[in-house]
C-alpha cells in the first residue's frame, strides 16, 4: 500500500507564494511519475502539474504556466508545487497522485491514469 501525504497549505493574499509537499511511501517512488490537481468549490477536479519518473519532464496546466514549479526529491520520497503570483481562483484543495505507469518519459493529464492520491490540502488566495 502507497501513502500519500500533501502538506504547505494555508491562506494568503493575492500575490503571495507557498510551497506544497507531497510525501509518498514506498520503495517505488523514484519509479512513478507524480501530479498535482486541484478542486474548487462546485467545481470538478482538475490537473495542474506533472513530472516525470526521472524529474526531466514537466508539463502545466495553461492557467498555472509561469506561475507555479513542480519539482522532486527522490532520495527524499518528495514532490513539491512551488506556487507564486497566487490569485482568487487558484483557491481550492490541491490533492497529490502517483502515477501508476513507471519509467514513462511522459507526463499525464488524465486523472485516471493517476493510481494513488491523497487527502489534500487546502489552499486559500484572498484578494
Known amino acids: 500500500q502507497v501513502h500519500v501525504v500533501e502538506s504547505g497549505g494555508g491562506s494568503v493574499q493575492a500575490g503571495g507564494s507557498l510551497r506544497l509537499s507531497c510525501a509518498a511511501s514506498?520503495?517505488?517512488?523514484?519509479?512513478?511519475?507524480m501530479g498535482w490537481f486541484r478542486q474548487a468549490p462546485g467545481k470538478e477536479r482538475e490537473f495542474v502539474a506533472a513530472?516525470?519518473?526521472?524529474?526531466?519532464?514537466?508539463y502545466y496546466a495553461d492557467s498555472v504556466k509561469g506561475r507555479f514549479t513542480i519539482s522532486r526529491d527522490n532520495a527524499k520520497n518528495t514532490v513539491y508545487l512551488q506556487m507564486n503570483s497566487l490569485k482568487p481562483e487558484d483557491t481550492a484543495v490541491y490533492y497529490c497522485?502517483?502515477?501508476?505507469?513507471?519509467?514513462?518519459?511522459?507526463?499525464?493529464?488524465?486523472?485516471?491514469?493517476?493510481?494513488?492520491w491523497g487527502q489534500g490540502t487546502q489552499v486559500t488566495v484572498s484578494s
Open positions: 513530472i516525470n519518473w526521472s524529474g526531466r519532464s514537466t
Open positions: 514506498g520503495r517505488t517512488f523514484s519509479l512513478h511519475g
Open positions: 497522485a502517483r502515477d501508476s505507469r513507471t519509467y514513462s518519459d511522459y507526463t499525464h493529464t488524465d486523472q485516471y491514469e493517476y493510481d494513488y
